[in-house]
């Protein structure tokens, strides 16, 4: 099997899986309210406003804006690269909320939420799971509301792990 088959055969899965899982806009309000907690304005006042405190809430903090910084810059890297158009413009599905822009992969905002959670759960070990199940959820959302594909999120929440290792290890 050559890897063009494969990527082929990927693809026409995760098209599949998208039109499983997008939303018929029953849940809109509720998928809407849970994705704009990987958008920036909530990343960015999660990973900045600590910085005012001390202590380990302050050291989250820090972890959290260097990795949510690094996985956003890697995102956009591969994004313009790849250039995946967004479901919208490959299905029948419309989006339920606005596009940020006309690429899909990897997801930005799936990024985001897992950097975020990441690094606060890194440092209070007891809040990693409710903070990655959310983050989770945050990523869901991004197929429901129809503007990625899960391969998409999945990409997105990879490179915000592999970041917030990278960069909990060189602390």
Known sequence: MTSTSFLHR???????LF?????????RRAWTALTHAGGATCTLLASSVPFALHG????????????????HL???????TVGRPRPS????CATLVAEPDKFSFPSGHAAAAMSVAFAYGA???????PLVVLA?????SRVCLGVHYPG??????????ATGWAVFAAR
Do not use: E, M
């Not at 990927?10 to 599949?16: E, H, M, N, W």
């Not at 890697?74 to 313009?80: E, F, G």
């Not at 440092?123 to 799971?129: C, Q």
């Open 56 to 71: 380990a809430l302050r050291d989250a903090a820090r972890l959290a804006l260097t990795t949510l910084l690094l996985s």
């Open 136 to 140: 989770t959820f945050v990523g869901a």
């Open 10 to 16: 990927l693809d026409a899965r995760d098209r599949a």
């Open 152 to 161: 998409d999120v999945l990409a997105g929440q990879a490179i915000a792990l």
């Open 123 to 129: 440092v209070f070990p007891h809040l990693a799971l």
């Open 19 to 27: 039109i499983r899982w997008a939303s018929d806009g029953r849940r």
């Open 89 to 92: 413009r490959g299905t029948t």
């Open 74 to 80: 890697v995102v956009q890297l591969i994004k313009r």
